[in-house]
């Protein structure tokens, strides 16, 4: 122990700390999260790109061979169609909405990630885009920052990102709102820290500070910084995980990237380490996106080493998992229920076991007159109304587990148990 203690101490005092905040995982466990990314490489349905998948990846130790350059190809075809209205012979682009400003922000990173600096004239284009962008929502947060972004401050932060890896200065006044959300808690979501929010502001600023853009705030930046990984901490489980189980990947690549005196970030790092190590032997990591932000970590990257990726690093090409079908006749019934809507509803469903939560929706809107709709998101199918209601401006359906438990996953990696009732809420966040 008192080894240990030295070792911690050593490695806080001579700054990163990405040797304890690592996880040390077995490479095959590292190979089964990548090829659950492969078959979403593949399906070139234009509606489920996502360049999130791409930066993870070429931050990782995988790779995807020609499929990954292919991949990034088509990424460029359709954002550059669906942000600046170049026309392509494809046109299945055109009635795809416009992205938002965090998946501008991630097609950014995701070009950062194969070495590329945007630039040209489609590429200034992108750039002052995403400034607009960001100065829109510096607009609707307002001077006395009682307002709110349009999107989140999640998005906010990735936005200051992505223009820093390509080394874009964004007006003080910019950073300003994030370094003011962080101060004082203005990024909670239902009074409750997102942990994931306050960790994607962090790495926004870890690479401010590196790369000096705004060097008037350098000392605001330098303790938003400190503040950030103080919250983080703080907001560690008992088992270890910082947040939730998935918040724990983008807080690990924030931590990553910290120095402290003292042990006390390597004994959170080294509990995370072990808590990540049994939720993904557990199977916890189904969902691509976060399988996407927790590759790097895995291979000791994160988000802040986009200022200058190693393209050149060897990585092991991934093969195709074979997959064996588990066929099971075993139906189990799951209680749904929408207690406040204006037609309540309640309902016994039945479905084989192992079927996801929207296996169920779908089986009661066939059987029971439920209704409801999903819109895509680069995080799967996003439960948008329910029994007609749709969600309005800062409202969403927040799935539960009877009686108030918030579901950890969406409606389509969610798979309930038997006996157990899923409420649908309509909530403010
Ligand atoms: C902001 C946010 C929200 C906001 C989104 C509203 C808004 N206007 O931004 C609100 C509070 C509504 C929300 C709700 C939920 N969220 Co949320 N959310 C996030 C967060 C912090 C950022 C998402 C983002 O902006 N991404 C960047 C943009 C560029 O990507 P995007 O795909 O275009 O973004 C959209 C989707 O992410 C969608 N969305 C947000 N959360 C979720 C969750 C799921 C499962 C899906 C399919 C979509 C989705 O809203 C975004 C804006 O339109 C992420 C953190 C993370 N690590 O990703 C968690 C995160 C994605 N959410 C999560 C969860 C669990 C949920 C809920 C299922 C919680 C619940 N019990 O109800 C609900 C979704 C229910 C539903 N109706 O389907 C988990 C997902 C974990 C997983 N295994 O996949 C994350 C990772 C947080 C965490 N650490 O637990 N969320």
Redesign the pocket.
């Known amino acids: 122990m008192r080894h240990l203690g030295a070792l911690l101490f050593l490695l806080g005092g001579l700054g990163a700390l990405a040797d304890v905040c690592v996880p040390e995982v077995d490479s095959k466990l590292v190979e089964r999260l990548g090829q659950r990314l492969l078959p979403w490489m593949n399906w070139l349905s234009l509606e489920h790109l996502?360049p999130?998948i791409y930066v993870g990846l070429r931050l990782s130790s995988l790779q995807a061979g020609a499929r990954e350059a292919f991949y990034l190809h088509i990424l460029k075809l359709n954002y550059q169609q669906r942000l600046l209205g170049l026309a392509v012979d494809d046109d299945s682009s055109n009635n795809q909405a416009k992205?938002?400003?965090?998946?501008?922000?991630?097609y950014l990173m995701a070009l950062r990630a194969n070495c590329e600096f945007v630039g040209g004239r489609k590429g200034d284009r992108l750039v002052s885009q995403l400034k607009r962008f960001l100065e829109d929502e510096k607009r609707a947060i307002g001077s006395n920052h009682k307002g709110h972004p349009?999107?989140?401050?999640?998005?906010y932060g990735?936005g200051i990102l992505a223009l820093c890896v390509h080394q874009k200065r964004l007006h003080d006044s910019v950073v300003g709102k994030l370094l003011y959300a962080v101060k004082h808690d203005q990024h909670l979501?239902?009074d409750r820290l997102?942990?994931?929010?306050v960790?994607?502001a962090g790495l926004a600023f870890i690479c401010l500070e590196q790369s000096n853009l705004n060097p008037n705030q350098r000392h605001r930046i330098t303790q938003a910084i400190s503040t950030v990984r103080q919250k983080i901490l703080k907001a560690q489980t008992s088992e270890g995980h910082f947040?939730?189980?998935?918040?724990?990947?983008?807080a690990l690549q924030l931590l990553m990237n910290s120095s402290m005196p003292g042990e006390k970030l390597g004994r959170a790092c080294l509990k995370a380490r072990a808590a990540l190590l049994a939720s993904m032997q557990d199977g916890?990591?189904?969902?691509v996106?976060?399988i996407s932000?927790l590759l790097p970590v895995l291979n000791g990257k994160s988000y802040v080493d986009l200022i200058s990726p190693d393209c050149e690093a060897p990585r092991v090409l991934l093969q195709p998992a074979v997959e064996t079908p588990s066929q099971t006749q075993e139906l189990i019934s799951v209680m749904l229920k929408v207690p406040h809507a204006l037609q309540p509803y309640r309902h016994r469903i039945s479905v084989p076991a192992g079927s996801s939560l929207e296996d169920v929706l779908k089986k009661a809107q066939e059987l029971t007159g439920f209704t409801y709709e999903?819109?895509?998101?680069?995080?799967?199918?996003?439960?948008?109304s329910v029994m007609g209601k749709e969600?309005g401006e800062?409202?969403?359906?927040?799935?539960?587990q009877a009686p108030n438990t918030?579901?950890?996953?969406?409606?389509?990696?969610?798979t309930p148990k038997d006996g157990q009732t899923i409420e649908?809420?309509l909530?403010s966040?």
């Open positions: 996502n999130s992205p938002s400003m965090g998946q501008l922000a991630l349009r999107t989140s401050y999640y998005q990735l979501q239902q997102s942990v994931d929010t960790a994607m947040g939730n189980v998935y918040s724990t990947p983008l916890a990591f189904k969902n996106l976060i932000q999903t819109r895509n998101s680069l995080s799967g199918p996003f439960l948008t969600a800062r409202e969403f359906w927040q799935l539960l918030p579901l950890l996953e969406g409606i389509a990696d969610y649908l809420r909530v966040w």
